[in-house]
């Protein structure tokens, strides 16, 4: 695990882009249900594939920072709360 | 977390914390970017309701 | 960092656009994101919590949609003109990421 502490900005903008890229997840597998020729059926698939993979790289990364603990719940809501103080006091 | 919540709401509690959290600090931010007065008064709409959501949805996590 | 700022104020007509579909989009996924997790609570103040904070995310999204179309960003009723407004902004995306 790196042990670098990472700035609240980076924090945040790396959060958004965990939050974008779960976002895109959910509106392209919508897409697909929705998606009738199979050129777009294909697209859509293909596109979905590295928005999951985009996910992995970036939740990765904030595995190794510490950011995201998901093997220790308790440890990460406590994390999560100091993290909503943390914005609120801005 | 708390012992008298389930894990799953618990879990979901968490999921909408950060969400806010990330919203909250977006449009506080991006509203010095805004030239529009209406925009800008709709932002601190957002971040006044989110500050609220936030300290409701932390009052259900600490305890 | 101060650079990026640059580009996008330099972009001036763009700006609010912008920012005002990333506020659209968040709403939309306020919404989504506290429907889910109501159908998961269990403890009711909890649910009455969620439920409350649900109604505000709707009617947010009412007020950041109506000014969105009064401006013309969004038009729901005209799909050409919406059309066209998307690929501008998908073009002002490109442009800003590769200049």
Redesign the interface.
């Known amino acids: 695990m790196d042990t670098k502490q990472l700035s609240f900005e980076d924090h945040v903008i790396a959060t958004d882009m965990l ?1 974008e890229t779960k ?1 895109a997840i ?1 509106d392209f597998a919508t897409a697909i249900t929705e998606s009738t020729s199979p050129e777009i059926h294909t697209f859509l698939t293909k596109e979905l594939s590295s928005t999951i993979a985009q996910h992995e790289k970036i939740y990765g990364f904030l595995q190794d920072r510490g950011i995201y603990d998901a093997y220790n719940v308790p440890e990460q809501l406590q994390k999560d709360v100091g993290y909503a103080s943390k914005v609120l006091n801005q | 977390m708390r012992e ?3 894990v ?2 618990s879990l ?2 968490h ?2 914390l950060t ?2 959290s990330l ?1 909250l600090t ?2 506080f931010i ?1 509203q010095g ?4 007065e ?2 800008k008064e ?2 601190q ?2 971040v006044n ?1 989110s500050s609220r ?1 936030l300290k ?2 932390k009052k ?1 996590l600490i305890n | 960092m101060n650079q990026i ?1 640059a580009k ?2 330099g972009m ?1 007509p763009m ?2 656009q912008i ?2 579909t ?2 659209l ?2 709403a939309k ?2 919404i ?3 429907s ?2 109501i159908t ?4 009711s ?2 649910r009455l ?2 439920i409350k ?1 649900l109604e ?1 995310a709707i009617e ?1 999204h009412k ?2 949609s109506s ?1 969105m179309i009064d ?1 013309g960003y969004y038009n729901p009723y005209d799909t050409n003109k919406q059309l066209q407004v998307d690929m501008n902004f998908v073009d002002q995306a490109i442009k800003l990421a590769n200049d």
């Open positions: 939050f976002a959910k | 008298n919540l389930g799953h709401e979901e509690l999921e909408l969400f806010k919203c977006k449009s991006m970017l805004v030239k529009d209406k925009l709709i932002m709409q957002d309701m959501h409701e949805l259900h | 700022i996008l104020t001036a700006t609010d920012i005002a990333d506020v989009i968040a996924s306020a989504k994101n506290y889910l997790a998961e609570t269990a403890t103040e909890v919590t969620l904070q505000d947010f007020t950041i000014f401006k």
